[in-house]
């Protein structure tokens, strides 16, 4: 089946720096990546969805310029969180098609803690 | 609007059968998915209906019928490990997901 890598699986930062999140498609090409926040007990929120070259279109309340999404490849993109706050630690989730009505595959998640 | 709704949890017995529903209003529709989700873990795929009718997979089946908006999913056999959060969501006309909020199953020995 289809493998997507996140990395890191764990982070803790200080408050104002800024963090990096991987997502891989480790044997298929993403023509399409997503990016979700979840918080404890409740479901997937999707904050931005990436087309490979071409610049993500973000949720409406997610701030772009804080959660910034590069999609530079079929096979990666990636996630920073800039400036980042304790509000931001949260659990973010990303997943990748191959095309517009396949399933999802998701990474292992990212724990990002910010003290 | 758009909307998926399941139940907040359930609970069920080792060894028993139990249906997690999910009713769904999608602009346009494109299937229904089901993912599985451990604590602390990402979604894994269970299954996806796109037509009417029931989807055996093993111990789980999933169910959709697309004139009343509804899908069900149905465990038998219930293992311990089975105990997680149960995601319904909707593909619209977009191919976008739109997630239910989960519903958290118990399995109680």
């Known amino acids: 089946g289809a493998v997507v890598s996140q990395h890191p699986s764990r982070v803790i930062c200080k408050s104002g720096t800024s963090v990096k999140i991987e997502c891989r498609s480790l044997?298929?090409?993403?023509?399409?990546m997503f990016w979700y926040r979840q918080f404890p007990k409740k479901s997937l929120m999707l904050m931005a969805t990436?087309?490979?070259?071409?610049?993500?279109?973000?949720e409406q309340g997610v701030e772009k310029d804080k959660f910034l999404i590069n999609h530079a490849s079929l096979t990666l993109s990636t996630l920073t969180v800039t400036s980042a706050h304790p509000e931001d630690s949260s659990f973010y989730i990303c997943?990748?098609?191959?095309?517009?009505?396949?399933?999802?595959?998701f990474g292992q998640g990212t724990r990002l803690t910010v003290v | 609007g758009q909307n998926i709704d399941q139940p907040t949890e359930m609970t069920a017995t080792e060894g028993a059968i139990v249906q997690i529903n999910c009713t769904y209003q999608?602009?346009?529709?494109?299937?229904l998915f089901w993912y599985q989700q451990h604590a602390g873990e990402a979604p894994t795929f269970l299954s996806y209906n796109v037509l009417d009718g029931l989807e055996e997979k093993g111990r789980f089946s999933s169910f959709l019928s697309r004139s009343k908006g509804y899908s069900y999913l149905l465990l038998k056999e219930l293992q311990m490990k089975d105990s997680a959060s149960y995601l319904c969501?909707?593909?619209?006309?977009?191919?976008?997901?739109?997630w239910g909020a989960g519903t958290k199953l118990i399995i109680k020995p």
């Open positions: 969501a909707g593909m619209d006309s977009n191919y976008q997901l739109i």
């Open positions: 999608t602009s346009g529709f494109n299937g």
């Open positions: 990436s087309n490979e070259g071409s610049k993500a279109t973000y």
């Open positions: 997943s990748a098609k191959t095309g517009l009505d396949t399933e999802a595959f």
């Open positions: 044997d298929f090409q993403a023509t399409t």
